[in-house]
């Protein structure tokens, strides 16, 4: 059996298993008012949050990259979402507590980039000189840097709960390294 075969027979399995329990997502009126986070981690098939945090299948929008890291194209793509969001009349859930989560690991393979700058710079689309601050060989301090990169976005609701965590792929265990907090604090002058 090929891998391809192996995962088109998980799908049908996933498929009966789903439409008997009656949770195949065609059957939600409308999806988007169920998704509780939106979380951005790495492409490394370690890290999936469907696995590490639990995460079920509609409750969150996950973006992926090497690193999982907010760079130009994350943030294009969150534009992207917010629009699409827009255009279907749905928005994520108002309120405190929709979660904006940043998840970062220990032994990530961008940490083997750091030998090649320029792919880097390329990567984050800054200069050399900035490289340094992006933090790139320590996931604790990369994932404030990207913490502190989402609240600096305007386009982002301020209400939303921001967060960043690292796994440590040794142990299985989750580090809250920036406890959540509001994206922006109210503005006080309305
Ligand atoms: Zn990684």
Known sequence: MTTLDALMKRNRDFAAEQSAAGLLMASLPRALPNVKALIISCADMRVDPAHVLGVKLGEAVVFRNIGGRVTPGTLEMLGLLGRITQVAGESPRAG???????????DCGITRLT???????????????EL?????????AAVAVDVAALRATPAL???????????????????IIVPPAPVRVADTRQ
């Open 96 to 106: 405190g507590d929709f979660c904006l989560i940043v998840l970062h690991h220990t």
């Open 115 to 129: 030998g090649d700058p320029e792919m880097l710079t390329d990567y984050f689309e800054i200069s050399k000189e």
């Open 157 to 175: 609701p301020g209400e939303w709960l921001v967060s960043g965590l690292v796994y440590d792929v040794a142990t299985g265990l989750v580090d």
């Open 132 to 140: 340094q601050a992006k933090a790139v060989p320590d996931p604790r």
